[in-house]
């Protein structure tokens, strides 16, 4: 799922923008948004589902004739992006998100415009905006992967109709290790040969006699203890194939992939390699 947001003060266009971008996103694939409320709340205490969610519920969902809404606790960008990719959204366009790490489109002027992270466009508040451009924009930003999108997209196979069973690894980052406590996982890989490598033991592997489809993905940058790291999906006609197949996998990722990682623990930080020599 490719994910920008666009950011600004008020009156700069921001929802306009955003709409133009979905009705032209859309010609090219599903398109979710994500709009940062800040303070407003979503269900008024006055209504049903607000005295629903006040009085405990830890999630409430709403149902019209047209529309599904879930109104859920302890919310976060990462997770409502989650929830668009595992709902088999090609682009998430979010309004907002000023301090994150996402893409942005920034529309006017914006006071310490140094400190905003991956500008990769700058645009005139209300401006005669070139719209198809910005929609080629997006579709070249990275991936936003999820364990669910992979799935969803291998139940999108046509050699579905063959499966028997789909299988999942999902690496995470441990909290103590050999004793250590573990403040983080922090990696690095040369983005187009660590793909192409992925992609060419998902291939290897759909050689063999009944596997059907393998998926995989590594997460980049600095990962928290209890995070994903590493999503990997195989489909097969029979669980044996499958299960040989998924363990293979992981031991040909971990060893041909390009990805370099650092340990931040309590007792100091290194780099893992400088650490095997």
């Not at 700069?12 to 409320?37: D, I």
């Not at 995470?172 to 990696?187: C, N, W, Y």
Request: hydrophobic share 40%; glycine share 8%.
């Amino acid at each position: 799922m490719k994910v920008i947001s666009v950011v600004g003060y008020k009156k700069t266009g921001k929802t306009t923008l955003v709409t133009r971008l979905v009705e032209s996103l859309s010609r090219k694939g599903k398109v979710g948004t994500v709009k940062q409320m800040c303070h407003h709340r979503f269900n008024p205490e006055n209504t049903d589902t607000g005295k629903h969610f006040d009085a405990g519920a830890e999630a409430v969902a709403a149902i019209t004739d047209n529309e599904l809404v879930l109104v859920r606790r302890n919310p976060s960008l990462s997770k409502a992006l989650d929830a668009l990719a595992d709902n088999g959204m090609d682009f998430a366009i979010v309004e907002g998100a000023k301090t994150s790490s996402l893409p942005k489109i920034v529309l006017g002027d914006l006071d310490n415009i140094d400190e905003v992270q991956n500008i990769v466009a700058r645009l005139p508040a209300r401006g005669d905006w070139d719209i198809d451009t910005l929609a080629e924009l997006v579709t070249q930003q990275d991936d936003w992967v999820t364990l669910g999108l992979l799935i969803e997209q291998v139940k999108q196979d046509p050699r579905m109709k063959q499966t028997g069973g789909i299988g999942t690894f999902t690496g995470i980052v441990r909290q103590f290790s050999e004793g250590v406590e573990t403040k983080a996982l922090h990696f690095e890989k040369y983005e187009k040969v660590a793909e192409e490598a992925m992609q060419k033991i998902c291939q290897d592997l759909m050689q063999r006699e009944g596997v059907l489809d393998v998926r995989m993905h590594h997460r980049t940058g600095t990962i928290r203890p209890g995070e994903d790291i590493v999503y990997i999906v195989v489909a097969a006609a029979h669980r044996q194939e499958l299960f040989i197949a998924l363990t293979d996998a992981l031991e040909m990722l971990k060893s041909e992939v390009p990805v370099w990682k650092k340990e931040l623990t309590i007792e100091g930080d290194f780099w893992v390699h400088d650490v095997e020599k």
